[in-house]
T-cell receptor
Framework: AQSVTQPDIHITVSEGASLELRCNYSYGATPYLFWYVQSPGQGLQLLLKYFSGDTLVQGIKGFEAEFKRSQSSFNLRKPSVHWSDAAEYFC????????????FGAGTRLAVHP | NAGVTQTPKFRILKIGQSMTLQCTQDMNHNYMYWYRQDPGMGLKLIYYSVGAGITDKGEVPNGYNVSRSTTEDFPLRLELAAPSQTSVYFCATLQGEYGYTFGSGTRLTVV
């Protein structure tokens, strides 16, 4: 069955440190992939998305993600984390023939130490 | 242009009561979705609709019902509320190349 896995439930980094959030998907073909961020008590904001082409995708707020077909992964990265990046991050995908339903991972909660 | 509007923002229900979560969009999008969000579980799809008059079940439809009589509205009905339905509910629409728009959510507590 199609699914997306975020192996890390919680991650804590120091402000200014680099960040990588992991995401793996299970699907027979290349899905459309997304990263969303949710600040406490807020809705979801799209950080970036990948459909095809260049496997390194740039998003908002200085985030980027790299699609690796061989590893079925779509990891999110940021070179230098700011305290305002503390939030929950969700990886999601859409697969063809699925009525465009977004399938979400369980999320990774990011804490940032000063 | 209000986007996706969800009402109410907060609600406390007693076990066995019923209620309707409202979702309205003014973007003329055909695809609409209802998700619930539980801690550590991400968002799970409850129901979705591909247009007025067409709805289908998602991953976790039990205990819920939907209708889609117009393009604008996609209400979610809870009958006989149970504590397991305590959650945050999000409505979303889709336009074009996977441009999803989410509402701000409804936080529901069943006691």
């Amino acid at each position: 069955a199609q699914s997306v896995t975020q192996p890390d439930i919680h991650i804590t980094v120091s402000e200014g440190a680099s960040l990588e959030l992991r995401c793996n998907y299970s699907y027979g073909a290349t899905p459309y992939l997304f990263w969303y961020v949710q600040s406490p008590g807020q809705g979801l904001q799209l950080l970036l998305k990948y459909f095809s082409g260049d496997t390194l995708v740039q998003g908002i707020k200085g985030f980027e993600a790299e699609f690796k077909r061989s590893q079925s992964s779509f990891n999110l990265r940021k070179p230098s984390v700011h305290w305002s990046d503390a939030a929950e991050y969700f990886c999601a995908f859409v697969f063809s023939g699925g009525y465009n339903k977004l399938i979400f991972g369980a999320g990774t909660r990011l804490a940032v130490h000063p | 242009n209000a986007g996706v509007t969800q009402t109410p923002k907060f609600r406390i229900l007693k076990i066995g009561q019923s209620m309707t979560l409202q979702c309205t969009q003014d973007m003329n999008h055909n695809y609409m979705y209802w998700y619930r969000q539980d801690p550590g579980m991400g968002l799970k799809l409850i129901y979705y609709s591909v247009g007025a008059g067409i709805t289908d079940k998602g991953e976790v439809p039990n205990g819920y019902n939907v209708s889609r009589s117009t393009t604008e509205d996609f209400p979610l009905r809870l009958e006989l509320a149970a504590p397991s339905q305590t959650s945050v509910y999000f409505c979303a629409t889709l336009q074009g190349e996977y441009g999803y728009t989410f509402g701000s959510g409804t936080r529901l507590t069943v006691v």
